[in-house]
Each structure stands twice: as C-alpha cells, then as structure tokens.
C-alpha cells in the first residue's frame, strides 16, 4: 500500500458532465500531483501543489480545475470533457516539490469520456 | 530538448529467463534516473534512484546501471517471475533550475510460464 488513495477508481462520463476526481496522502507530504497517463505516451505532469499552493500547470485546459485543500487532499474538478481526455488520471505526492524526492503514486483513476 | 526513450516497447520472456532494458536519455543537466515498476491498473511505484556518481544499484532481481558519459541507463531482471510482469518506466531529473522530471515511454514486459 502506497499511502496515496484515489476514488474513483473508474469513472465514464459524458462530455457535457461535471465530475470530481479525489486523491487522498497519508504520508505527511507537502507536495501533491496530477499527471495524465494516455497509452502509448509518457506519464505528462498537469499540476504541482506544494503546501497548497499551485506552482506549477503544465498548459493544461481549463476543463481540468485542480483544486488542493489541504496538504492531505487533492481533487481535480471536471467539465466538459472530451473524448481525447479519456486517460488513467494518477495522483502521488511527496516530501516537498522537489523532484529529486522520490513520488509516490496513487492507483490511478480510469476516466472514459463518451 | 530534453528526452527520455526506452526500448524496447514490449517483451514477451520465459519464466525464469533474464532479461534488460533500456533507456537513453538527453537530460542535461543531469540530476539522477529512477526506474519505476507499474503494475496493470496501480500506480508505478520507484524500483532503484541512481545519482551521477553511481554505475549500480541493486533491488532484489532487479538491478540498474547507470553510464552517465554515454547517457544510457539499463533496468536487468534476473530468474523472472510471473509477477515481474509490467511496465517499467525510466524517469530522469535534471539538474537545472525548475528541476524537472522527463518520463520515458515505458517498457511493457510479459513474463509467460
């Protein structure tokens, strides 16, 4: 078990739907992240939050809204998607932003757009 | 621009058999290079993290290497198992300010009894 919780763990979803995606850390980290895993492709970062704070989105539509709480919890807020946004949606978080510390994942959302 | 390839994209292999895996990366520069395991339906999860200085790192049946001249970084799997059977993902940082992280394509492997 990583101590990164995602829910759900599927989700399909019309393009015209409003949808929530929740990423939950119980390793006392201060940074958290969402990137996007399509097939095929390399895992691409979409946002950083570190002590809730955003510091950094990749060029990311704004259908995708991230949205950081707490440093224990992040969501990503969904709207209007379309059907090339049909991916697994994976969270990890670690120590501070630094990416010389080591991430650790989440399971993963299997988001289909229909 | 920075760049991570891994090859090959898929393996198929006996149970039992070895086998390596490659990433090449042109990160510059070069901060440190991870290899991570993903299951099908998890999230990967970091196998080994090698820094400029090292050539080896070991983790069980899997062991690493590093040629930091020739920017080239090697994943071997000894005597593998069924639960070997994954993607591996080579992710270099570099050094440079913003310190970012480029990820390789993957490797699929298949372990068959």
């Known amino acids: 078990e990583t101590g990164v919780t995602q829910t759900p763990r599927h989700l399909v979803m019309g393009m015209t739907n409003k949808k929530s995606l929740k990423c939950e850390q119980h390793l006392g980290h201060n940074a958290m992240y969402w990137y996007k895993q399509s097939a095929k492709k390399p895992l691409e970062l979409m946002f950083v939050y570190s002590l809730e704070e955003r510091v950094e989105n990749n060029s990311v539509p704004s259908r995708f809204s991230p949205e950081c709480p707490n440093s224990s919890h992040l969501f990503l807020h969904l709207h209007t998607l379309q059907p090339e946004d049909s991916a697994l949606y994976l969270c990890a978080s670690s120590q501070d932003h630094s990416p010389r510390n080591e991430q650790f994942f989440g399971p993963g959302t299997r988001l289909t757009v229909l | 621009k920075n760049q991570v390839e891994q090859s090959p994209q898929s393996l198929i292999i006996l149970e039992g058999k070895n086998c390596t895996l490659q990433?090449?990366?042109?990160?510059?520069?070069?901060?440190?290079l991870r290899w991570y395991k993903q299951d099908t339906g998890r999230g990967p999860v970091s196998l080994t993290i090698m820094t400029f200085s090292e050539n080896t790192k070991s983790n069980g049946r899997y062991t690493a290497t590093l040629d930091a001249d020739t920017k080239q970084s090697s994943l071997h799997i000894t005597a593998s198992q069924l639960s070997d059977s994954a993607s591996y993902i080579c992710?270099?940082?570099?050094?440079?300010?913003?310190?970012?992280?480029?990820f390789g394509g993957g490797t699929r492997v298949l372990v068959k009894p």
């Open positions: 990433c090449n990366y042109t990160v510059s520069p070069f901060s440190n």
């Open positions: 992710v270099v940082t570099t050094g440079a300010a913003g310190n970012k992280l480029t």
